[in-house]
């Protein structure tokens, strides 16, 4: 309206006028125009962002083009592309802006005749309208995902923006959290405000001490924390796992290998958290139901750290922290060949985090429970029961830990040795010393697992150092070379490459900081090799390693002579028949 009354102004006025209209409107050009855009200042009541920085803008930062109605800094007006309205041919645009009773904002730019380059342009700036659309509704729905504000939203919506460029589709995000979050809100559970503090009354809170507050905030802290932890095994398999199988019709072992074990760690995660919620309710004041004071959690934290929940623990996590890089692996690569897939994932993520962010927060959780426990027994009486019972859980969940870190360093340990077997050639084999041969299948029995490999140095007779990969597994000491980008069993000197743990002793090797003596004494004949490692350290650490399976080797063999032949397998003993 105001650039056409200012046109039917300038033609009914006189030239002196038009040349006085010219010359302002040369100034203000000069001023505040870039790339054919005419940049006013502008103070908008709303939140607006910036389109080269995706950044928010306001104040006297702010300027916005008079024509299509970008908003930019004034450091960065330079750097936004070409004005598509520059002609007078362009289509007319109506800028509406609509006003809800809380002061919320919502802009849509209806272009009725729009060219290619005007596209390209506004696309970045319908996504910020949809984007804010969405946060109105979450937040008059109460049904969001997370706790958002204006400010978090529209910053993960510029990185969002960067990553993906291409705006084909408008998100539908309204229609994933609504019906799957609306149990798991943390409004309606009363963990939305950050701390206890702030939940319960000020009159409830000045009652008690510090001591007592901060035992309380740490309580508050655990219980949110799990409740988080719940809607992100919620979303993995209510939402991407669902729709892979449903929507994308993927099949079932690919999804299977992305999201290991979801159903089991929710049942998990969902009774530990039923059990506090029901522990609030109990302490929770008949009067003021949001006034609560916890004065017992080790039972409860007891219980779920130990017996068959540990058991059970111990052997979903293991598994889910175990494929963690097959799990992104597999994922990335199906992103990349599905088309769908990516659609998919870019509906319902531009607002998340990614899938592989997602599976990295369940393998941390595991992490996060020592921490917390011990900063409530901080604030616990010592020598009270609630003091044991949190103490014994800290020591459960602390070898639950240890026990998930075993199993990942089992499982990768198998994995890499699976990756040298697959170079190994399948005809080359080993000549033992009591004239046995040791071959390819050998190195694939069930019973017999990878303890440590690198490279390291094998020394001839003529003092020349050999590369060779060496393999310490269960019960044997393998060297391997490579060849033609391939590996076969190594062959210096004529000794045997395949040395049995039973009677071997290593030393280490005088005024050589590097190197060290492995001495076989069999049956057959003794055998001495020298092997040097690239640095001291890891030669040391080759020794401990050595050491520590000749140890549980002959600690097998032991067993295997006094126990039965089914005992001995379940201890993982593997003497064989070949050495």
Known sequence: VS???????????????????????????????????????????????CVACDKSVSGKELLQCSNCFLNVHKHCRDSVAACGKVTAKTSRTSFHLQTNQKGKELFQIIDKKRSASQKKQQSKYKQYNVLLRY????????????????????????????????????????AVDAP????????????????????????????????TIKRQEVIYELMQTELHHIQTLTVMSGVFRRGMLEELQLDWDSVARIFPCLDPLLLFHKNLFGALLQRRGDAAQPEDPRNYLIHQIGDILLQQFSDEYAKEMKQVYGEFCSHHTEAVGVFKELQQQNKKLQNFVKVRLLLRREVPEFILLVTQRITKYPVLLERILHYTREGSREHSDLSSALVQIRDIIAAVDLTVNRYERCQELQEVLARLENKSFAKLKNDKVFRKQDLHSKHRDLQYKGLVYWKTATG???????????????????????????????????????????????????????????????EMYEVHATTRDERNAWMRHIRQAVERCVLGLQCLSGLPLKVCVQVHVCVSPVI
């Not at 405000?193 to 009159?203: G, I, Q, Y």
Request: proline share 4%; net charge positive; with cysteine.
């Open 3 to 49: 650039r056409t009354f200012s046109f039917l102004k300038s033609r009914m006025s006189s030239t002196r006028n038009k040349t006085k209209g010219k010359e302002v409107k040369e100034g203000k050009e000069k001023a505040g125009a870039a790339n054919g855009h005419q940049l006013v200042p502008a103070s908008p009541s709303g939140l607006a962002l």
């Open 464 to 526: 020349r150092l050999k590369d060779t990969l060496a393999l310490l597994l269960t019960d044997v000491l393998v060297f391997l070379q490579e060849k033609d980008q391939r590996f076969v069993f190594a062959a210096v000197d004529q000794k045997p490459p395949v040395i049995p743990l039973q009677k071997l002793i290593v030393r280490e090797v005088a005024n050589e900081e590097r190197g060290m003596f492995l001495i076989s004494a069999s049956s057959v004949g003794p």
């Open 135 to 174: 946060l109105l509704e979450c937040r008059e729905s109460r049904s969001s995902f997370f706790l958002i504000d204006a400010r978090s939203i529209f910053d993960e919506a510029g990185r969002a923006g960067k990553r993906r460029r291409s705006s084909s589709s408008v998100p539908r995000t309204d």
């Open 180 to 211: 799957l979050m609306s149990d798991l809100s943390a409004e309606l559970l009363g963990l939305e405000v950050e701390s206890w503090s702030l939940a319960v009354s000020p009159e409830f809170c000045r009652q008690h001490d510090r001591h």
